[in-house]
DNA sequence: TCTGGGGTCCTAGGACCC
DNA sequence: TCTGGGGTCCTAGGACCC
């Protein structure tokens, strides 16, 4: 019987070679890719309201600086060894995300942008590169962008993931790993297989599986199925050389968009809160009609700082939109209702969220007869706000709703100076 | 004082239908 | 007293990713 039957997943049809591109801690690159005085120093970057350290350079990884941990406990260390730290600047970093892209696309067209710093490229058997050919890729990526990347080969893309993993260590930053090789996955601990988790490591851990190649050497499929669902199946496969995990190309319509932070300082009174989701809801919905969506439903919701000694609470309130829809100001006479539902006085609050729902474009809308919101008075308003916004900076024009002052916005404070994107670099200059 | 944000996929179980 | 079986749809929760 065939896996597809019995398993229910399918074996990749494009039997080939992956290639994983892996940009060198990214957000420290981009960094020095705008500052390359700080080639060779170690630097970190920071989450939003430079919460966390979420990048670390080659030089601060070996001063034993640990990923996600909080700043404020860090900072003296930090000071102690001269590492310089820089607030996220994420306009930046998908910039030199798309320039890396595109100059991938200049070697292959079968690029999979999997994530802000990672790109899968497929290679058919006749067309495998060589050693050589990875390192002038390479070459090229770093030429024409600035950003260092690690390149692995492998007939799978969990393979390719380990292969880029063992590039990273080398001087030429490449590695092929020709098929599942037993000394090398021995190598491989579970927790940094791709696809298993925290959750699943421990688990592989307590039956005794503590590398890659024990996982891939487990007898029983439908045991490993029943344990770790088919996604883990699929896993143990692509570890033995054959695929399951083929190239997409296309990027997959979005299921839901959200946006959702933590505030720099805690929201007391039912004045601010109003001002904060507004202000929120502006930039949800500016992200809806940038990629071109409607939403059909939108939920919202608050809590309090999870980590302070003080009462928990949270709550969440949904709404179905009788129209699919993109348009702030429509979306506006919903919100106000919904934040009355759910907030209550007397707590600190320290993070709220607007996510959108069951999504569409344009020729999903159902419309509706008794519709009465002048919906392309307002298309027309909010697109000329899009192409302001854009131009000049984030609620440059806002409505009145979100308020002038927003105290409790995102701390910032090591923004490294660099205008975002190029269109802005223009604005600055014209001053 | 300060602890990130934005996604996807899979499964089990309940509701409901015939 | 007897307490079907199979299908679909939806949701919550758990797992993972960067």
Not at 1 to 24: H, I, K, Q, T
Not at 231 to 254: A, D, F, Q, W
Request: net charge positive; aromatic share 12%.
């Amino acid at each position: 019987m065939n896996l597809e039957e019995r398993f229910n997943f399918r074996v990749s049809p494009s039997d080939g070679w992956y290639a994983l591109v892996d940009c060198n801690n990214f957000y420290c690159s981009c960094e020095r890719v705008y500052n390359p005085s700080l080639k060779e120093r170690p630097i970190v970057v920071l989450s939003n309201n430079d919460g966390c350290i979420i990048a670390r350079s080659n030089e601060a990884k070996l001063l034993g600086i640990g990923m996600g941990e909080p700043y404020f406990k860090m900072k003296s260390i930090l000071q102690k060894h001269k590492i310089t730290a820089f607030s996220s600047n994420y306009e930046l970093y998908g910039d030199l995300s798309h320039r890396v892209m595109e100059t991938l696309r200049t070697i292959t067209p079968y690029v999979e942008v999997y994530s802000v710093d990672e790109a899968f490229t497929f290679w058919p058997h006749r067309l495998k590169p060589t050693l050589d050919a990875l390192r002038q890729f390479r070459e090229r990526v770093i030429r024409w962008t600035g950003v260092p990347v690690s390149i692995g080969l492998a007939p799978t893309k969990t393979l390719a993931k380990v292969a880029a993993k063992v590039a990273k260590k080398r001087a030429d930053g490449c590695y092929i790993l020709e098929e599942p090789d037993e000394y090398l996955l021995q190598q491989v601990e579970v927790e940094d297989i791709w696809g298993v988790g925290r959750r699943y490591a421990r688990k592989l851990r307590k039956i005794g599986v503590h590398d890659a190649a024990a996982f891939a050497k487990l007898p029983d499929d439908d045991w490993i199925r029943s344990q770790f669902t088919v996604v883990g199946l699929r896993t143990v496969y692509e570890l033995r050389g054959i695929s399951c995990l083929g190239l997409e190309m296309l990027e997959p319509e979005r299921k839901g968009i959200c946006h959702s932070r933590a505030f720099s300082q805690p929201i007391t009174n039912y004045k601010e809160m109003r001002e904060a989701f507004f202000t929120y809801l502006t930039r949800a919905s500016t992200k809806l009609r940038s990629r071109g969506l409607y939403a059909r439903a939108m939920q919202i919701w608050l809590q309090t700082n999870r980590f302070a000694e003080e009462p928990y609470y949270s709550n969440a309130a949904v709404v179905q939109f009788p129209v699919a829809s993109q348009d702030f100001f429509e979306m506006s006479q919903y919100l106000e209702p919904m934040l009355q539902s759910i907030y209550t006085d007397g707590y600190r609050y320290k993070k709220i969220g607007i996510l959108f729902l069951d999504l569409c474009n344009e020729t999903g809308i159902q419309p509706d007869l008794f519709d009465n919101i002048p919906r392309t008075r307002n298309a027309a308003l909010l697109n000329v706000m899009d192409r302001l916004n854009s131009r000049y900076g984030k609620l440059t024009v806002h409505a009145a709703s979100c308020g002038k002052e927003r105290p409790w916005e995102m701390r910032r404070e090591k923004l490294s100076p660099v205008a975002p994107n190029w269109r802005q670099l223009a604005v600055v200059k014209a001053k």
